[in-house]
DNA sequence: AAAGCTTCTGTGAACGTGCACAGTAATCCC
DNA sequence: GGGATTACTGTGCACGTTCACAGAAGCTTT
């Protein structure tokens, strides 16, 4: 049996397929008499509009592309992407448009999501933690559909909106706080360097510190728990007096605190240990982390509303920059 | 400008738009000289084919929907989530093949997937963890595009393929791992006991155990953290001579173990501690937690292969089920 | 009463593709 | 050398929708 058309619908509404077409779209020149007409055939046929087909007249998909530029292996180690995809799944379904995901590890994975993308295949584009770099940017460009991020896409700043966590703010309220309990040695483990994550929270914590932030004090991650193992045992060789180290995400944190109590650290009497994220992992950890909170939730909304507007035509929108929390648990 | 259609591509090419659509869909009759030209022409026009023309055609969508029904709140905790978008988008991709998200956790959610399923938006349907008598299976129904399950869908075993972990087998393992060690008191917090992973780590535990396994060392949870550490309190309350306790999943034990910690409690040498999963957060606690490692990818491949035989056309699938791995830790 | 709004309706064209079909030229088989 | 087969190509139609336009009917204004 042939799923009905608007034509099925019309037919059975005694009307013609322009005014269940006004009524599908919300026009307001429909005759109360004909709405409720229609809407009985629409119920009574299960009529559902063809999406392939109007697009090919509007030009528009009623799709969403969240693209995730991380490296296969290590995608979605980070709790904290579910955030996003909920958040996002659940505002677009609000507006009635469907969320695709794809993922530009790799150049092919790339290649793809630029044809997808030029090729009209979505009507947005929603970037995930882009590097510094990506030629993904470059080649999505102009003259195709709006583009936003969860997140600053470093060096595009000023042409992608995005909204992100005030990260500097995140890294100087925990280095603050080690200075304020009296820790002379302060350590810190940074994310990817072309990462805004990496680079400002780095930032942050050389804000505080000023000269007694030091090379030797300092060694960098790529987000993973093995590589905050690494960088740990890194820093306890380099400067084995350390009192306190900033790991600039919670699952770092988690292979740092591995790394500590490998070396007979004790957690927090001898080493006090902050995180970042404030993601499920922080309260799994023993002891249980301190961190920043970021407001993800909050972020991937604002996100999703920048796109909105823009969908909507507005005209160019601003970054929108949220503050970050302190969360003290036992770790520091 | 305007994107450049099957006939400029035809045109450039000096041939006729069948020619270019035989190209484009592998049909065995193309000369090697229209090939080159079309070719040639492809790349310098920049075409890319219009979707939603050749959906209008073809009556196929080229995407697959993943529905997620979970409520929103719980939604992604579990990480296991993020192994399977991964697989998914990947193996679609070789297909060209798109990945679109849904989340189906309220009524008006299942009603959104029925009406952009059964509108013939989607060439083939993906359903995560299922509850038992969830009315979207009953809704999606016959007559649909294809649908496959990972993880099968209690009471619709039969008519919904599905790729598994052999969830008994697992629950055996880790039972019987705790026996040989000579545990005397071995209780059990279980999940939901609507889903496969509920009902069938309870039977493989209570297979081993025989008339030990008593109500009072039986406590439920809902996978979360939070209900993990709950019923180990209800559990210690009970008995609190328990000396093992089987978790079904890892995020529940890091639960546990936290609930064990305020008691008092050492683990291993008081309770010993099984999770279940080998997802990350299995190595991020404290001690590292001894479980049951579920080939998650592999489960998602299988998954996908079954759709794609499904979508192939190929008759009536068998489910799979895929043997688990006691993973042994400090936990036990 | 004519002219101009407002509200509502139907109709033809267009969107870009795949497919069935017809047709051409070359090759092969006896 | 005539018929059959193979390799390839072009053309018209259909898919289901939106949109611009024309027009009808009722009401208000001049």
């Known amino acids: 049996m042939k799923r009905p058309t608007i034509h099925d619908v019309a037919a059975a509404a005694g009307v013609s397929r322009g005014t269940v077409s006004r009524l599908l779209n919300g026009d307001k020149?429909?005759?109360?008499?004909?709405?409720?007409?229609?809407?009985?055939?629409?119920?009574?046929?299960?009529?559902?509009?063809?999406?392939?087909?109007?697009?090919?007249?509007?030009?528009?998909?009623g799709s969403v592309v969240m693209v995730l530029s991380e490296p296969h292996e290590k995608l979605f180690e980070d709790p904290n992407y579910s955030t996003l995809i909920r958040v996002a799944i659940r505002m677009l379904a609000e507006r009635d448009l469907s969320l695709v995901m794809m993922m530009a590890g790799d150049e092919g994975d790339r290649e793809r999501v630029v044809r997808y993308v030029r090729g009209g295949h979505a009507d947005g584009v929603l970037l995930v933690s882009t590097h510094a770099g990506d030629p993904l940017v470059q080649a999505l460009g102009s003259g195709?559909?709006?583009?936003?991020?969860?997140?600053?896409?470093?060096?595009h700043e000023n042409v992608i909106p995005y909204a992100a966590a005030d990260e500097r703010l995140g890294a100087r309220q925990m280095t603050e706080y080690f200075v304020r309990q009296g820790r002379r040695r302060i350590a810190m483990i940074t994310g990817p360097m072309d990462t805004p994550g990496g680079i400002q929270r780095l930032e942050g914590f050389a804000e505080v510190l000023g000269r007694k932030a030091t090379q030797r004090l300092i060694a960098h991650?790529?987000?993973?728990?093995?590589?905050?193992?690494?960088?740990m045992h890194e820093l306890l060789e380099r400067s084995p007096d350390l009192?306190?180290?900033?790991?600039?995400?919670?699952?770092?944190?988690?292979?740092?605190?591995?790394?500590?109590?490998?070396a007979g650290r004790r957690v927090p009497d001898d080493v006090a240990v902050g995180g970042f994220d404030d993601s499920a992992v922080a309260v799994s950890t023993h002891p249980p982390l301190t961190t920043i909170r970021q407001p993800l939730a909050k972020m991937a909304?604002?996100?999703?509303?920048?796109?909105?507007?823009?969908?909507?035509?507005?005209?160019?929108?601003?970054?929108?920059?949220?503050?970050?929390?302190?969360?003290?648990?036992?770790?520091a």
Not at 47 to 54: D, F, M, S, T
Not at 243 to 262: E, P, T, Y
Not at 320 to 330: D, G, K
């Open 29 to 61: 020149y429909v005759s109360p008499a004909a709405r409720v007409a229609i809407e009985r055939a629409i119920s009574e046929t299960g009529y559902v509009v063809n999406r392939a087909a109007r697009s090919l007249v509007t030009q528009r998909t």
């Open 221 to 231: 991650g790529d987000w993973t728990q093995a590589s905050g193992e690494r960088a």
């Open 301 to 331: 909304q604002e996100t999703m509303r920048l796109l909105f507007a823009l969908l909507d035509g507005a005209g160019p929108v601003e970054p929108v920059v949220l503050p970050t929390e302190l969360v003290v648990r036992e770790s």
């Open 243 to 262: 009192d306190a180290v900033f790991v600039a995400s919670d699952l770092m944190a988690a292979g740092a605190l591995a790394a500590l109590r490998a």
């Open 144 to 155: 195709g559909p709006p583009a936003v991020s969860v997140g600053a896409v470093i060096g």
